[in-house]
Every structure is written in structure tokens, then in C-alpha cells.
């Protein structure tokens, strides 16, 4: 059985690293093909290096660009090396545009699919993460579901039950080996533990929408006894300056970092604000209070277990109820042997 892992983003490349390490350990015939739809270096090749992961036997250096772009050029560049090197199966994760290029083009060349994190549903189709999943799970053969909830939510939407698996997620297996990796950024930036908040914010329906992107930081703005620590992504930045926006006074940018160095910043934050499903995850994992900048989440389970909340109009009121829970909520997600149970139901079936 050849396998190709198709990534494109910094999530796709922590999520996959658990399946990646074992593809190593095992000795299976597979490939990475990376579309490198992140283009800075800090998003990308760092996280190969921190997680000791092979590096691509493919790259397309798709870049940024419109949706339709960037999606094109990689259904062009994926169908090439698809044809050229073709595997049995093709392994995505997630959401992204990455994602749905790579099990479109596996569609039509008539190659099995395996969609890892399948089944999360936002219902905002003003994300465009939300209509790459969707497509994605319509199309797999394998579904590899994080927990029971997203089983259901398929089977809804008329997914045979035989192409379903619950395994939980592979970022419970990436956190639990950081976390032991624990770095010096702490020290770095003069921080101290349980002393800072640390902030995340990327997504496009925030920030490339200026009402958006201003209620967001009027919301922040009203935390202003907390110090706020904000690795800045490239879009972000780009659209406060597009926008004539400055950031809220209590907020700290520092340089976008690396996983080892995001999980010791989450691992050691009072309370934890993003937009990103993925950190909304490791914040519930490492039992940090998370706040989600957003309306909807496609994680549900971070709420129900007491993790994390949505925003609401008063970040006081919110930051209080955060703050005062005890962490003793329960992790969702699995106990960090997901990588391994997805390889060897794709081996078995």
C-alpha cells in the first residue's frame, strides 16, 4: 500500500506528524506532498525541524493568493504528481484548501481517500474551512472522526456508517510529546508563568473583515489589567496596517513561533484567546481557559467539558467566568495513540 500525506499548513503538519512518525517506524512506502500554502518559513519549515519529521518529497510552493488561485494551482500541481507517483490511498487532515485540492484531484483519479478530523461542522459558511470539510468528508472513503459527536453529525448527512471511525484526534498525540519538549520562550520574553494571557488570530472571516476585526479588538481592548501576549501572524498584520488599525495597549506582539514554542506559551498562560480550532483543542488538552473569538465553533466538545466559551459582548464578564473554573475538566480527544489506530485500520480494511 503507497501512501501520500498531503499537507499545506502548520496545523496539517502537527496533526500529521503523530500518522508520519508511524509511517517512519513501520516502514511504509509513502510520500509527503506539500502544497506550501504557508509561504513564511516561521509557518512552515520550522515545524518539519521541531517535530523531527522527513522532509517533502514534493513541494508545489502554491503560496498565497485568492481562494481560487491558490486551490488551482495545487489541483494542477497534485494531479501531476499524483500521476506520476500514484499512491493508494491519499491521507488529509483538516480543513484546509490543501485538503480538499488533494482529495478532489484523489477523486478523480480514483483513489481511496482518508479524511482525518472528519465531521467537525461549524455551520458558518462564511468560512471557507467549513466548505472544504464538507466536500472533503463527501468524497472520502475513510473518515476518521475525533469523537462520537462528528459519527452522528455524518451519519446525518447520509455518510455510510461502514466508512466511519472514531479514533480521537491526532493533536492530543502531538501535544503530549511537546509537552515534555517544554522550550526556553518563557525566559525569552521575559515572562511569567500564569502571568500573561496569549492570543491567537488568523481566520479570514475575522480578519480580513474590517467590522469584524474591529469588534474583536474592542473586545480585547476592555481586558486592560491583562497582558496580553500576540505572536502576529502575516495576515493579520497585514490586514491591521491595511485597515489603519492599531492594536489595543495591552497586547504584546512577538514574532509568529514555532509548536514547541506555542505549546510552552499555551502550557504556562492564565487564559488562552483565539480563533484557531486547533489551539482551541490544545488549550482544552493542556487545561488552559480558552476563549474563542468567533460566534460558532466546529469543536463543541471544548465547550461541553468547560474549557472554552465563545465570545460574547463583555470580555470582563467572560475573562471572570474563564478564570475562576477549576481545570479539571475531562480531554475529549483520545488518549494520544490516534496516529497508530488510523494506520492500522487503513492497513486492515
Given amino acids: 500500500m503507497k501512501i501520500a500525506i498531503v499537507l499545506g499548513t502548520r496545523p496539517e503538519i502537527i496533526k500529521l506528524s503523530p500518522i508520519i512518525r508511524k509511517c517512519e517506524e513501520n516502514g511504509e512506502d509513502y510520500y509527503i506532498l506539500h502544497t506550501n500554502q504557508h509561504y513564511s518559513p516561521e509557518m512552515d519549515s520550522i515545524f518539519f525541524e521541531e517535530l523531527g519529521l522527513p522532509k517533502p518529497k514534493y513541494n508545489l510552493n502554491v503560496g498565497s493568493g485568492s481562494q481560487g488561485e491558490q486551490i488551482g494551482r495545487m489541483l494542477k500541481g497534485i494531479e501531476k504528481v499524483f500521476k506520476d507517483d500514484c499512491p493508494d490511498i491519499v491521507i488529509v487532515q483538516g480543513d484546509a484548501n490543501s485538503v480538499f485540492a488533494g482529495a478532489f484531484v484523489a477523486s478523480r483519479l480514483g483513489i481511496k481517500i482518508a479524511h482525518v478530523e472528519a465531521g467537525l461542522r461549524s455551520y458558518d459558511r462564511n468560512m471557507p474551512e467549513e466548505i472544504n470539510r464538507s466536500l472533503t468528508d463527501a468524497i472520502s472513503d475513510f473518515l476518521f472522526c475525533p469523537t462520537k459527536k462528528q459519527k452522528e453529525i455524518l451519519l446525518t448527512e447520509g455518510i455510510s456508517r461502514e466508512k466511519i471511525f472514531v479514533v480521537g484526534n491526532t493533536i492530543v498525540d502531538a501535544v503530549y510529546w511537546a509537552k ?6 518563557i525566559e525569552r520574553e521575559n515572562l511569567e508563568r500564569r502571568d500573561y494571557c496569549l492570543m491567537t488570530l488568523h481566520r479570514v472571516e475575522n480578519v480580513d473583515n474590517k467590522k469584524m476585526l474591529e469588534k474583536i479588538l474592542y ?4 481586558l486592560k489589567e491583562e497582558k496580553i501576549i500576540f505572536p502576529l501572524h ?32 499555551e502550557k504556562n498562560a492564565k487564559a488562552i484567546l483565539t480563533d484557531s480550532g486547533g489551539v482551541q483543542e490544545e488549550a482544552c488538552i493542556l487545561k488552559v481557559p480558552c476563549i474563542t473569538l468567533r460566534t460558532t465553533t466546529e469543536r463543541p466538545e471544548t465547550i461541553e467539558c468547560g474549557g472554552n466559551m465563545l465570545m460574547k ?3 470582563n464578564e467572560d475573562f ?16 494520544g495513540k490516534t496516529g497508530e489506530k488510523i494506520l492500522s485500520l487503513l492497513k486492515n480494511n
Fill in 313 to 315: 459582548e463583555n470580555a
Fill in 180 to 185: 515534555n519538549n517544554e522550550t526556553k520562550i
Fill in 234 to 265: 502575516p495576515r493579520t498584520k497585514k490586514m491591521l496596517g491595511r485597515f489603519n488599525f492599531d492594536l489595543p495597549q495591552n497586547i504584546r506582539t512577538i514574532n509568529p513561533v514555532g509548536f514547541l514554542d506555542m505549546i510552552t506559551l
Fill in 219 to 222: 473586545y480585547i481592548s476592555s
Fill in 320 to 335: 471572570e467566568l474563564m478564570i475562576k473554573k477549576e481545570r479539571d475538566w475531562k480531554n475529549p480527544f483520545g488518549e
